[in-house]
């Protein structure tokens, strides 16, 4: 099957994209959650009982983004949004920037981006991406910043914009997520309901896998060079 002209696209990626560039993932063996509580690094609770922890947390996670490249996996996403053009969009729970590096540009990050801060008293946001004092201060109004990331118990950023493209979608892409946290986990079936070709790419089952029109198990690296070329 082959994406027609002015068919919709929307592409979910997760953790598993970056995987191949070196970024650990959350869920997988060795990945963060098994290293870190969420409730003490991913939560606003935790950052308000210790911001400079958190912060710790994240001052990691920019340094190991700092030195990662994009992979075929993230390549392969720019050129199917150079092949499908304005219908196509891109949307991660990555906070990293791997996309952007790729040349992805009609993108969306729901969990929002680690390189950018945000001053908890007058809101600003910025990109930074040098390295952090333990607790870092707001240039402007000498506010405490956070990172300008999604925690526990927030709202996702874009989600109105991202529920309008999925009601009109005729294709869903789901990659290296696994399908585990809401909203995005519901993705696949608001795709469907929609009446989307359902397309999942990951290298081990995913909660969203079965309701997939196909499951392809394999890398993303490995998976999306092929699967892209193929569909035009
Ligand atoms: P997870 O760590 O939950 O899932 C990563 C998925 O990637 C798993 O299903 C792996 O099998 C798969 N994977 C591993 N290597 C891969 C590869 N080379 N190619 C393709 N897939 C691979 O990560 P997410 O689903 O992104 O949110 O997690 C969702 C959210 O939970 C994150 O955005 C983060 C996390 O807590 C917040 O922090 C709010
Ligand atoms: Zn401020």
Redesign the pocket.
């Known amino acids: 099957m082959r994406i027609g002209k002015g068919e919709r696209v929307v592409v979910l990626t ?4 970056s ?2 560039s070196g970024i650990p ?4 063996a060795g ?1 963060l ?1 098994e290293r870190f509580r ?1 409730e003490d690094v ?1 939560t606003p609770e935790g950052f308000a009982a210790d911001p400079v922890g958190v912060w710790r947390f994240y001052s990691q996670r920019r340094r190991e983004m700092r030195r990662a490249v994009p992979n075929p ?1 993230h390549l392969a996403l720019a050129e199917m949004e150079r092949r499908v053009g304005e219908g196509f969009t891109l949307v991660t ?2 906070v990293d920037d791997l996309h952007e590096k790729a040349g992805s540009e009609r993108l969306l990050h729901m ?1 929002g981006e680690i390189l950018k801060v945000r001053c908890l008293a007058c809101g600003a946001v910025a990109h930074d991406e040098t390295d952090l004092p333990e607790d870092p201060r707001c240039g402007k109004c000498g506010g405490r910043l956070r990172p300008h ?4 118990g927030e709202v996702p950023f874009h989600l109105p914009e991202i529920l309008g493209l999925l009601r009109s979608c005729d294709w869903f892409l789901a ?7 809401y909203p ?1 986990a519901q993705f696949i079936q608001l795709a469907r309901d929609a009446g989307a070709r359902t397309v999942v ?4 089952p ?1 909660a969203a896998s079965p309701h997939a029109d196909r499951f392809i198990c394999q ?3 490995a998976a999306l060079p092929g699967l892209v070329a193929s569909l035009f």
């Open positions: 997760g953790a598993g994209i995987a191949e993932t959350f869920r997988d990945g959650w969420i991913a996996g729970q990555n969990h990331v999604v925690w526990f990659v290296g997520t696994s399908g585990t946290v995005a790419v990951n290298p081990d995913t890398k993303a690296g």
